[in-house]
């Protein structure tokens, strides 16, 4: 198990910090002439992909409605733009995989109904201990999805880098955005939570379990 305080990227996978200045000039969220996926190769490759491509669009669906979980207790804090800055990052991450979803036709998972309803009442149940709660939520939610993401991009270069390089690039940058949220959370007091390593553990197995199921459904 990772400690709050420690950094859950891989040292071979490079990381921007939150102090460094991002660019999305790579990545236009908007219509796009191709896709960041090559075309599969075979039947095993086309459902490594997918399951890829449907777990990380389900990760971001439920990110998306926690944050607004946590807005709709903590929106007219004065914690409320900082969580929104971090919903806003959120919003494009789902974005981007509405659209790669589209152009490949890949199936969401059938639980978004359940992930909707989940996703909201776990933002707005933590948000109710304070800012602290919600921040504790981010830290270990966006810790899980940083772990996640970390372990698909090493899948990804162990089979072919070059071949997957735009969906890497995706994933990196994405992985990176995760990060900064979770350090955002430990520089908000997320560890000073009545409960904290319980309730990050808590809602670490429910991450763990989401992973799992939204592969395979």
Not at 6 to 16: F, G, M, Q, T
Not at 154 to 170: I, N
């Amino acid at each position: 198990m990772t400690l709050a305080g420690e950094n859950v990227y891989d040292p071979l996978i490079p990381y921007s910090s939150a102090t460094d200045t991002k660019s999305y000039t790579s990545l236009q969220f908007g219509a796009r002439a191709y896709s960041v996926v090559p075309t599969p190769r075979d039947q095993e490759e086309q459902e490594m992909v997918h399951r890829i491509l449907r777990v990380d669009h389900a990760g971001e669906f439920g990110a998306n409605r926690i944050y607004a979980g946590q807005m709709a207790v903590l929106g007219r804090s004065k914690t409320g733009p900082l969580i929104q800055q971090m919903w806003d990052q959120e919003k494009k991450h789902l974005a981007k995989f509405n659209e790669i979803l589209g152009e490949n036709r890949v199936r969401p998972t059938a639980l978004l109904p359940f992930w909707n309803i989940a996703g909201f009442v776990l933002g707005a149940s933590t948000a109710l201990l304070g800012k602290e709660g919600a921040m504790a939520c981010t830290v270990a939610v966006e810790e899980s999805i940083s772990e996640h993401y970390n372990s698909q991009i090493r899948v990804l270069m162990e089979r072919d880098p070059e071949r997957y390089s735009e969906l890497l690039q995706v994933i990196k940058e994405f992985r990176d955005d995760e990060m900064d949220h979770h350090d955002t959370g430990l520089e908000h007091n997320a560890e000073s939570v009545p409960g904290f390593w319980i309730l990050k553990n808590v809602i670490q197995l429910g991450c763990k379990a989401a992973i799992s199921i939204s592969e395979r459904v």
